[in-house]
């Protein structure tokens, strides 16, 4: 595979001489300096989504020479064939851990999927303007591994007749949703950082993860979730928002928009209009949204205008509908009205829209693979997300400008954006790492006792019977640690109860860890249960964990017959809080119930720490637990915390 080499070449005259070549400012090859921070550009222009509005300047960043960057992107589109601008639009995914010599079986999935064997390849055939990584496309094996792939695409894109680096994205948004994993640092995710309340910890967190993702070559983040999660059962937002509350989330969300940005990394608020109350996955259906206007103004709009103040470099849109903002039966993805009417027009945003993926079912129910990208640049958008088919799509953007149906002009408005955004974002000026900005921010002690410290004001006590907690190994000196096993996020040490043992172990106890099954199993058998019951009654304290326990869930069962022992459980809600609600009756009420949020290790090890009394909780519940039998009636309001 491709290494990070160091060009040592002087910087300035590379960029000089590449400019004076090739009139478009790139260099053409790595260097050995890190990515620049820079500044978040402001959004100050209302209604530039209008067909004849050209986008607005970032007038907010020191040290940049935004006429040099105009200049620049003009003489880019001025050399730009029509296929050149249509593939800029694109964000694509790729297999392989290479950009040049990925494994047979990644080259085998590239060519049946996209008819390329690389990226390199890609880049060449479709000038695609942003790759994204993801595990499952084998991108991400280890740090330096990540940099030399990120390398190895900027090669091939400034190796073009017209050389434009491509922007490299992923999606990081820690906790449940973290593509980069250990050794990278892994931060709390978001309903973690909403407990916390604290946004100096989201800004810190959003900054120092930036700063690794800008080593590893990334410029794009998409994150955070700007989503309110006002449904206790929402599928696939959940712990993923910061909470309930619009103006706490609006907080948090502006805050790492601010983290983000000043580490170089282009920050994504997402889902809008706003996902957060939906009962269907926009990954397998469409969902619909039943807020009025007003509903949607107080609701789900504020993370989204906190967002576009903070200065956001590109917002996310949500394949669902939303009635009350456009009546028409097509998702937000391909809403004129939403995304030019609203988003632009309304909110004053002129930065970039990204569609979510384009793959999703929630996007592909009415029209054809070839002509949604047609409809979502008529709708607003700027970049198209990863496409099932990327030659469907692409011919399909091209027939629509060649008959008539998409201006080349409207073309150019969305390739200027995308062009000011890797401006904005140093790539013009430095598109490369090196194994020296990887070894030096990737991972580092200091970086994993951030995470660590901000972990610790995020685990919440929800209940503490007696004061059983903290627990002491004087008086508690042998556990178990039982329940489910939820499948590792990337990077992280392996099942929930093995870390949260280990964490314990650690902090004086004995502590022997039994699995009951995986949190996709329908719950632990009876025979595991009844092992579970054999354990705890050789201990002196059982720590059993749960993993969103629905009605009539065997988990609900395991935390009875433990509760019957006699022996003190605490509980642990690895994931959603409301599971507490499920454990409220005298046969099943736990002597103490805690809240993690999500279970990578840094939070399971903040959560062992505040169980054995190291440090005292301090998260407060950022979303109501409702009484699980009368979801009218609130169990615990938001901002229910207890202490020691």
Known sequence: MEGVRVHTTPRRALLTATLAAAAAGACSGPTNSSPAPAAPARRTTAGSGSPSAAPSRPTTEPGRDHERDRRRIDQLIGRMTLDQKIGQLFVMRVYGHSATHPDPADVAANRKEIGVDNAAELIAKYHVGGVMYIGWAHNIRDPHQVAALSNGIQKAALAASVPVPVLLSTDQEYGTVARVGAPATLFPGAMALGAGGSTADARTAARTAGAELAALGIRQDYAPIADVNVDPANPVIGVRSFGADPKAVARMVAAQVEGYQSAGVAATAKHFPGHGDTSVDSHVGLPRITHSRKEWERLDAPPFRAAIEAGIDSIMTAHLLFPALDPADDPATLSRPILTGVLREELGYDGVVVTDSLGMEGVRKKYGDDRVPVLALKAGVDQLLNPPSLSLAFEGVRKAVRAGEISEDR??????????????????????????????????????????????????????????????????????????????????????????????????????????????????????????????????????????????????????????????????????PYDIARLTGRDTAPGASLAAYCWTDVELRAAARVIAGRTAPRGKLPVAVRHADDPSRVLYPIGHGLSY
Do not use: M
Request: net charge positive; aromatic share 2%.
């Open 411 to 576: 073309i150019d408005r969305s390739l200027r954006r995308v062009l000011e955004l890797k401006a904005r974002r140093g790539l013009f000026d430095d598109p490369y790492t090196s194994d020296r900005a990887v070894n030096r921010t990737v991972g580092t002690r200091e970086h994993r006792a951030t995470a660590d410290r901000i972990a610790e004001r995020t685990t919440t006590l929800v209940t503490n019977r007696g004061g059983l907690l903290p627990l002491s190994p004087r008086r508690h000196r042998d556990l178990l640690v039982v329940g489910v096993d939820a499948a590792a996020p990337s990077g992280t040490g392996g099942p929930p109860t093995s870390v949260l043992a280990r964490a314990l172990s650690g902090l004086g106890f004995r502590t022997e860890a039994l699995t009951t099954g995986t949190s996709g199993s329908p719950g632990p058998s009876p025979q595991r249960i009844e092992a579970a019951v054999a354990a705890a009654r050789k201990r002196d304290a059982v720590i059993v964990t749960t993993y969103d326990i629905a009605s009539g869930s065997a988990q609900r069962t395991l935390v009875a017959r433990l509760v019957a022992t006699g022996v003190p459980v605490v509980h642990l809600a690895l994931r959603n």
